[in-house]
């Protein structure tokens, strides 16, 4: 009798354990499981639309993915695999909606743009809105296709890089001054919306794009070196709030430590003609800004600026000592 009672309670711990670890399965395996509805998506987006992408880096999932890359992923994948559920046309303004909330943060505003008008032709509550957000993507799309754009090295990037060099720097300048103004005007519109966020992003990339276009031409244009770090300061000033400050602090002083390197290969240390006070002039706000960005904790860019300062501190020595003061 007493055998058979151990049994019995053996039995049920075994069963009690077993349903333990079922649910801490569960649980652990739960955020990792495939999305089973398009409303899980659009719960994940909504919490995030809001945010400004200007001043703080775009929001993550679970996996460490950018949220609006995910959504969009995610929706597809939705679409694809629930086609049949999907086929009634219920849930179809909350998906087009969905991606082209997800498609206008990663710079897609064309795409979006059609994404919107798709819920234009529905009748649903996101229509009025649908209409604005696509007539705001259109106007976007249409601002950042003036001036000179951003060349892709992986695709025809030389034929890019060809067309955009044959312009003068006033053609460059006023180009991108015209987009820059059309998106200010937007900008001012939109106000209190998340769009003012999308495009403060569009505004400074533009003048990303106009600083570059300066220092890969520094060599053809007038004054080229002084108008190429004049362009990389006036990023830096113009967009002191930025979630990429640092990145462009790092740019400006990548530059002067080109020019430091390009001035010692020109004119080395031992000549007659090597200028000690104007290689001083290249080191100290290399130095300066590599050591005020390494002293931000906790970023990525700490560690680049920290081994940049090293690399370029080794570089001085090089310099004859009698010559330099370090």
Known sequence: MQKARSIVCLCLLGLIWVGCKSVAQKKAEAP???????????AVLRRYVPDDTYRFPPPTDFTGRNAYRSTLLRMESIESIHANALRSGYMKP??????????????????AQNQYLEVEKLDSPLKEEAQHSAEVCGRIHEAVLIGIQ???????????????????????????????ALLAFLKDEEKGSHYQYVISEEIERADQTRAAWFVNNRYRIPDGQLRALAE????????????????HMLALAELYDD?????????????????????????????????????????????EAARRLEAFLAFTLTVDRDRFTH
């Open 232 to 247: 990389l300061q006036r990023v830096v000033r113009r967009h002191p709030g930025s979630k990429n400050r640092l990145e």
């Open 259 to 303: 020019l430091a390197h390009e001035y010692v290969d020109a004119v080395p240390p031992a000549s007659l003609n090597f200028d000690p006070a104007l290689f001083q002039d290249l080191v100290d706000p290399a130095t300066q800004i590599y050591e005020s960005v390494a002293a931000h904790d906790g970023t990525t860019q700490k560690l």
């Open 32 to 42: 990792y499981g495939p999305t089973e509805s398009v409303l899980e998506v659009v």
């Open 150 to 180: 951003d060349p892709n090295p992986m695709n025809e990037g030389e034929k890019v890089s060809q067309e955009a060099a044959d312009q003068t720097p006033e053609e460059v300048t006023q180009a991108l001054e015209e987009r820059v």
């Open 94 to 111: 909350v998906v087009h909606f969905s991606k082209g909330r997800s498609l206008e943060r990663l710079r897609a505003y064309d795409l």
